[in-house]
């Protein structure tokens, strides 16, 4: 991004939304029936709008939409959009870049990394549909355009982490990052990403839906153990027999609870076990105990430099919208050094959000199926239909016209 692409940026607005759920959603101890959240609105020259969007999850972010709120007028106000526009002037060396990224990757995963901080970049040159222009048209395939596209993304969200102030909030970021990296680069139109059914400990079970579904997401740990099994016999005896199964304890279980429940799975068929233990276990004796996988979703945000070379980790489970873009990308980068999956998830954020996610999987050339199905308990769609995301209803619009308009930024 240029001074003259920030010069070409007519206004930046900030808006309010409520989008009603079809039946109440029980997260973290709380009952929702809305999701409320705020939109930044781009305007350039001419006439055109990017949108992106500030949503923290109660019970999972530490910031209110209250908060938010403050912090963009006083990022906007503070002129530091300017200060982050202006870092796309001076890209960083390349040589310097690997450095870092050695460094950093040294301090997470304790492996040398000489050669290892590009491992992922041959990935990146696969094949990506690039969108032209501001509406999706026929995707192109060009191999070089779709590894300068990644390249170029990446040192703009390296850049933007830099230079984003540190002390705000990660959903604030996030929308900060988002909006300026649609200014910069022209996202790839993203195929439709394979979905994990997700399905809640209390929620209703959509028979055909599981029919059709290679890979589904339980919560577990909320309830008795052997009900929770069954459970799972049944769902896996209504799915396909290639199907897999992925766990999500929610922090429920000591090491002894998880072996025990654990006991009698079928490690062909569970994928892996997010979030198993306890905060403030430890997961060095997992893998002697137990066949099944980890995965880590709430870790990464508690440790600024979680290691990722712990023997049993399989995946890495990635909340942009409460972890933020550039930091999100980082701990993508790392977990491809060391061979495990990053998995893209949403946070029940809205249609925008995660359509976003979607490109942004096919911009990093991630491997599915991603935790996206968070849509699901919405009964209206924001601003537009869900674009990279299959539905088989279509869903109603919260317009323009029904956000509550809170202020005009820049």
Known sequence: MSEALLGAVTGVDLWHYRLPLRHPLHLGGLVFDHRSGLLLEWRTSPD???????APLPGFSCESLDTCVTECRRFFAGHHVHNAAATFNAPPNPETRRAEKRSV???STGVRADSAPDAHVGQRRQQIPVRQGPEAAGP????EDATSQAATATLVLEALGQSIPQ???PSVRFGLECGLLQLTVPLPAAPRPTLCLLVTADGPIDPAALSDST???LKVGQRDPA???QRMRWILDAVPATARLRLDANRAWSLEQAAAFCA???PQRVEYIEEPLRPGLSYSGWHEHIPIPFAWDETLRERPEPRLDIPGLRAVVLKPMLTGLSRTQTLVEQAQVVGIQPVLSGAYES???LDLYAQLAALWSLEGPHGLDTLRPFSMALLQPPRFLHRNRPLPLLGREQLEHLGRLL
Request: charged share 40%; glycine share 0%.
């Open 48 to 54: 055109r709008v990017v949108w992106s969007e500030i």
């Open 105 to 107: 990757i040294r301090r």
């Open 140 to 143: 192109t395939h060009d191999p």
């Open 167 to 169: 002390d705000l909030s």
């Open 215 to 217: 890979c589904v997401k």
């Open 227 to 229: 009900e929770e099994r």
């Open 264 to 266: 009698d799975l079928d």
């Open 351 to 353: 249609n925008l959000s």
